[in-house]
């Protein structure tokens, strides 16, 4: 198993963003985490990545424990997540956001970086092969000397998601990775992800609010309302669930 | 070898510029009052750059920084004063024993500090400032030698025209070959979004430290060669107000630009003293007056700063293939 939540609950005052959930997510395996607005899906998101601590439940990856340990270091052992509210280094290029994933992997000490020293070099040369990897796989390398921030909304999107990949996941969450994206788009985004999944040999977790990708692309799904996992199962089995059309859309809708 | 090669620009550089200084001083073309405004210029800078560094490029916004010039002042003043006498490699020992009083300093005040969000170092560098101001008033109870309120007098002058250019080079160097470098970078990323960078493997509270503890190094190091410059020290010179000196040069150069922190920190010092030949007696305090208007149409007009996002090429950084 990639990744085990267990009974993860976390609490803001009295409201019970997150209420003991339990998610497993097994190597190269795509899961989509569906749900309304204020269900408390990025708070999972937020727990795992270690940006809120739980109350109480585990987390692992790999069967190491991800509690309590700050945010980097999960990123180090093998997290990586995008933003719903994109959250790039918004100033800087759009190779620089690439370049700043990788910086756990470097090759230079900073001696090498103060003194210029061939080991310098040689390390900027290795990012720059990397940076043109994640960029084009996006069709992004044209744009690498970009600022992030002046990029299209879905160019943005690409970016995160490239900057993650940078990073050398395992696990990958994606957080709406579709917002805003036109049909085309989002069409493109499920080759994009899929692909990547391959290549990288990735187990994501996404969270989605267009049906079209969660019901084309993921292998399972996780529906959450009030904090709490309510169904589960084969996108079949859920797009034909009493519980989770009512939480979704209120009343008697099918979906799609 | 490629050291070697990378050093040969700088080198050439501080040459023409020492030489070319002391030639035109020497020689009388320029008069030593102007002279020393140009060490002190220099000095500015060299202190600026640190604050860049610190509120420019790692986004934390300290209003301590003149507490940290003066302790590398006060420090470099007292050894070379006790132990150093006039020999040159006392001096430069001095100075940077003085960035590292400074950096020592720093880490303590970051340790506790910079684990939280950048407003609480924001407070803690102001209330530290003022202590320090008050340690130094009263410096003279447990070290006579530092003179407290009074000032402290018999300072050796040591500070000259290769010493500033020397050190205003290297500190240049040292922030440029950091910020174009993947640890630069890193400490860019805590500027642009600190949970971001967290989540991209980024220790962001080291990151923070070593930005803080860099500039305020860079700040002692200023500090000593002050000292040496003027031969007195007052504790009246590392006020409050000299934080927020240092900080509008940084905000007029543009927050995280080199180039523009240099310049803003040479035409803040020439201003101030050009004021001063310019306005008829007795209207000179004007110049306070003058200074905030500046500011504010700067940031009406340019606020970004002086140079934007522009950058002298020697500042730049390059994509190596």
Redesign the interface.
């Known amino acids: 198993m990639m990744l085990e939540i267990r009974g993860l609950t976390k609490h803001f005052g009295g409201i019970r963003a997150v209420d003991g959930v339990d998610l497993h997510l097994g190597q190269g395996e795509l899961v989509g985490l569906i749900g309304p607005n204020g269900s408390g899906k990025t708070t999972v998101f937020n727990l795992v990545?270690?940006?809120y601590r739980p109350d109480a439940g585990s987390v692992t990856l790999k069967g190491e424990n991800l509690v309590g340990i700050?945010?980097?270091r999960?990123?180090?052992l093998g997290v990586?997540?995008t933003?719903q509210n994109i959250?790039?280094?918004?100033?800087?290029t759009v190779?620089?956001n690439v370049?700043?994933?990788?910086?756990?992997h470097?090759g230079?000490g900073?001696v090498a970086?103060?003194?210029?020293?061939?080991r310098?070099?040689n390390?900027?040369?290795e990012?720059?092969e990397i940076v043109e990897v994640f960029l084009s796989i996006f069709q992004l390398q044209n744009r690498k000397y970009e600022i992030a921030g002046s990029l299209s909304y879905g160019d943005q999107r690409k970016l995160e998601i490239a900057?993650?990949l940078a990073?050398k996941p395992e696990v990958l969450l994606l957080d709406e990775p579709a917002a805003g994206m036109n049909p085309y788009e989002v069409g493109r985004l499920m080759e994009f992800i899929l692909a990547i999944r391959e290549r990288f040999r990735l187990s994501i977790l996404l969270i989605e609010h267009q049906m079209r990708l969660v019901m084309g692309i993921c292998e399972r799904l996780a529906v959450m309302d009030f904090g709490q996992v309510i169904a589960r199962g084969l996108p079949a089995e859920i797009r034909g669930n009493r519980k989770v059309i009512e939480a979704y859309l209120g009343e008697d809708v099918a979906i799609e | 070898m490629?050291?070697l090669r990378?050093l040969i620009k700088p080198v050439v550089a501080y040459a023409f510029l020492a030489g070319s200084i002391s030639l035109l001083a020497e020689g009388g073309v320029v008069n030593p009052y102007w002279v020393q405004i140009l060490e002190l210029a220099c000095i500015v800078a060299i202190s600026a750059q640190g604050l860049n560094i610190i509120y420019g490029h790692t986004g934390l916004f300290s209003l301590g920084h003149a507490a940290f010039y003066g302790i590398g002042a006060y420090t470099a003043a007292y050894l070379m004063k006790t132990y150093g006498g006039q020999s040159q490699a006392a001096f430069f020992a001095a100075l940077l024993a003085g960035g590292g009083a400074a950096a020592a300093v720093a880490c303590l005040i970051g340790l506790p500090t910079l684990r939280l969000t950048s407003d609480y170092l924001g407070i803690a560098t102001l209330g530290f400032g003022i202590i320090m101001k008050v340690v130094f008033d009263s410096a003279d109870r447990f070290l006579p030698e530092l003179g407290g309120a009074r000032g402290m007098t018999g300072i050796a002058k040591m500070t000259t025209v290769p010493w500033v250019v020397f050190f205003l080079l290297a500190s240049l160097l040292?922030v440029r070959?950091?910020i174009h470098?993947?640890?630069?970078?890193?400490i860019?990323?805590i500027r642009?979004?600190e949970?971001?960078?967290?989540?991209?493997?980024?220790?962001?509270f080291q990151y923070k430290m070593v930005g803080f503890v860099a500039g305020c190094t860079f700040a002692g190091v200023a500090g000593g060669l002050y000292a040496h410059l003027y031969a007195f020290l007052h504790p009246s010179n590392f006020d409050f107000f000299k934080s927020i000196d240092i900080l509008v040069i940084v905000v007029l150069g543009g927050l995280g630009n080199m180039s523009g922190t240099l310049v803003a920190s040479f035409g803040w010092i020439f201003l101030l003293e050009g004021l001063r030949v310019v306005l008829p007696p007795g209207y000179v305090e004007f110049r306070w007056v003058l200074i905030p208007v500046l500011l504010i149409v700067t940031m009406l007009l340019r606020p970004q700063g002086i140079f934007g996002a522009r950058e002298f090429p020697f500042l730049r950084g390059k994509?190596?293939?």
């Open positions: 990545t270690g940006i700050p945010p980097h999960i990123n180090r990586a997540r933003f959250r790039l280094f918004r100033n800087l190779m620089d370049r700043i994933a990788h910086h756990s470097l230079y900073p970086a103060l003194c210029r020293t061939g310098f070099y390390g900027e040369k990012l720059n900057r993650a990073s | 490629r050291l990378s040292v070959n950091l470098s993947s640890y630069g970078r890193a860019l990323s642009e979004d949970i971001a960078a967290e989540t991209m493997g980024i220790d962001t994509v190596y293939r």
